[in-house]
């Protein structure tokens, strides 16, 4: 008993030196895949902080008092020499409490479409936001300013592309997209395609 409560006591004492209030210089660092140069940003503090880290991502120093500039390091993103997908996590400079917290979004570069899968049209709705998508062979069925509406070869299920490629695409051409699932503020699937290979032009259009 009496070592229980003399551990106790000591766990309360730890906990009352940390910060009641924690606030980091940056919201969100990028790197590159590989090769990434460390970045230094500030935590600010009116006591002592702790940071939760992933197990990619290294910071230095991993605990401080008060004001500390902290370096944030990433490894390199590479797998069977290559790189890798793009990854993400949060490094959390946190306090005594879950209101003194600070978050940090780290974000590494990688090859976006390593293992990407193929998908339907009809698959697209059921997707996580986020998820890397090829979607080969669908129609174009109407333009927009910013894209446009296809359809998959039954004529059945529709989806709107954003079209953040080079390539400008006409009503009736076949083509293959390459990008990422996302729903808009009306509850709308979508894919930002990046990447557009044009099949076949002047085909036409049933609606």
Request: contains cysteine; proline residues 2%; negative net charge.
């Amino acid at each position: 008993m009496l070592a229980l409560c003399l551990f106790g006591s000591c766990s309360d004492d730890d906990d009352s030196k940390l910060s009641e209030a924690v606030l980091a210089s940056a919201s969100t660092l990028n790197f590159d895949g590989n090769n990434a140069v460390g970045q230094i940003i500030t935590v600010y503090a009116d006591a002592e902080w702790i940071a939760e880290v992933p197990e990619w991502i290294t910071i230095s120093p991993a605990s401080g008092n008060g004001e500390t500039d902290v370096t944030i390091s990433v490894s390199d993103n590479m797998r069977d020499g290559a790189l890798d997908n793009p990854r993400k996590a949060t490094v959390v400079f946190k306090g005594r409490t879950l209101a003194s917290r600070s978050e940090v979004l780290v974000l590494q570069a990688g090859d976006k479409y390593r293992d990407v899968k193929e998908y339907k049209v009809a698959d697209i709705a059921g997707l996580t936001d986020e998820t890397v998508v090829s979607v080969p062979n669908i129609t174009v069925m109407a333009i927009t300013t910013e894209g446009f509406v296809a359809t998959d070869e039954k004529n059945a299920n529709n989806v709107y592309v954003l079209n953040n490629s080079a390539i400008e695409v006409n009503i009736g051409d076949k083509v293959s997209i390459m990008g990422s699932k996302y729903t808009n503020t009306q509850s709308l699937p979508y894919v930002d395609a990046d990447k557009l290979e044009t099949i076949s032009t002047g085909g036409t259009v049933t609606y």
